[in-house]
Every structure is written in structure tokens, then in C-alpha cells.
């Protein structure tokens, strides 16, 4: 397993945290490297359901959608196997009621795109891998967490190392120990 040190750190650090404060980390994490804390953070029992259907839309599945099996995925595009798992992963425990705490705001209209893909080919019939849960196509209110924020309130200096050990930079330098 590529960076367990460094998500062991990770998973470390946000044991005990609160699910918005996951949430913020979940989507400001560099996926190259945490797929372990990704899959760690969606199997939480009080993973917020924004977080799910954050991460979902953000592993691009309308990259994998046409694969109905994880064999077929194997055969044209092996570097999809993890994301084929994740994704998968979230639609079942989605569609089981896993996923019970809604108070985080999200927002799908940056996924307006692939959920329109995804709206004609089940329409069309086709067989795909997922049939995506309809609490995935709306927007939702609820606590908003702001990401990449200097003055969020879910930063904390803790967190610059371990995001810098899995390959998570922010774009605002600190200074004098304020900003992300």
C-alpha cells in the first residue's frame, strides 16, 4: 500500500473529529495518494451524506459508468479499479440508508454535466455499473463548510503537514500562523 504511513497520520488525526470537519479535509485531500483515508472517511457511521455524494461526483463516474462489471473496467482502463471500488461503494451504502446524517450544504450544479449523461443513458436503458441515488442529482441546504478558506473555521495548523505528506497543498501561503 503506496503513503500508509501517511494516511495512518491522517486517519490518526481525524479519528475523533467532527463530520464537517471531515468533510473539509475529505474534499481537499490529493486523491493520488489518500485512497485510504477517502475510503475510511465515506465508512464512517456519521459520514454526512454531503460528503458521500461530494466524493462520488468528484471521482468522475461518468469515467467508469459504461463498465457494468469490475472485470470489464479491468480489461480497457486497470488504473480505474480503485475508483470503481469507492464509487461503488458509496451507491451501496446510499442506496442501504448507510449514509443517515444530512446537515452538511452541497451543491450538484458543478456536476450538471455527467448528471445529465447519467439521466439519458438511464433513460436510454442502458445496463450501467450504478444506478445513481436521486438525493445525488439535487442540491442541498444545510451547515456550509467552506474549503480552501484561510479564516475556515475547520482548519487547523495541524493539518499542514499531514496534508503536505499526501501531496494536499493550499494556495494561500501562511503568515504569522493565520491562513490555510
Not at 490518526?12 to 495518494?33: C, I, Y
Request: one cysteine or more.
Amino acid at each position: 500500500m503506496m503513503y500508509e504511513v501517511q494516511n495512518t497520520a491522517m486517519l490518526n488525526w481525524l479519528s475523533g473529529k467532527s463530520p464537517e470537519q471531515r468533510h473539509f479535509v475529505a474534499l481537499t485531500l490529493n486523491w493520488d495518494f489518500a485512497g485510504t483515508t477517502l475510503d475510511w472517511l465515506v465508512t464512517r457511521p456519521d459520514c454526512d451524506l454531503a460528503t458521500a455524494v461530494e466524493l462520488f461526483w468528484r471521482a468522475e463516474p461518468s469515467e467508469m459508468i459504461e463498465f457494468a462489471t469490475k472485470d470489464a473496467l479491468l480489461k480497457e482502463a486497470a488504473y480505474y479499479e480503485w475508483p470503481y471500488d469507492f464509487v461503488g461503494g458509496i451507491v451501496r451504502r446510499a442506496t442501504s440508508g448507510f449514509y443517515n446524517r444530512d446537515l452538511i450544504a452541497y451543491d450538484t450544479s458543478a456536476f450538471k454535466e455527467e448528471l445529465s449523461e447519467y439521466s439519458e443513458r438511464q433513460q436510454n436503458g442502458e445496463k450501467l455499473a450504478w444506478k445513481i441515488p436521486d438525493t445525488f442529482a439535487i442540491a442541498h441546504a444545510g451547515v456550509s463548510v467552506n474549503l480552501g478558506v484561510p479564516s475556515s473555521e475547520f482548519w487547523s495548523e495541524d493539518l499542514r503537514p499531514l496534508f503536505a505528506a499526501l501531496g494536499s497543498h493550499f494556495g494561500v501561503p501562511i503568515t504569522g500562523g493565520k491562513g490555510v
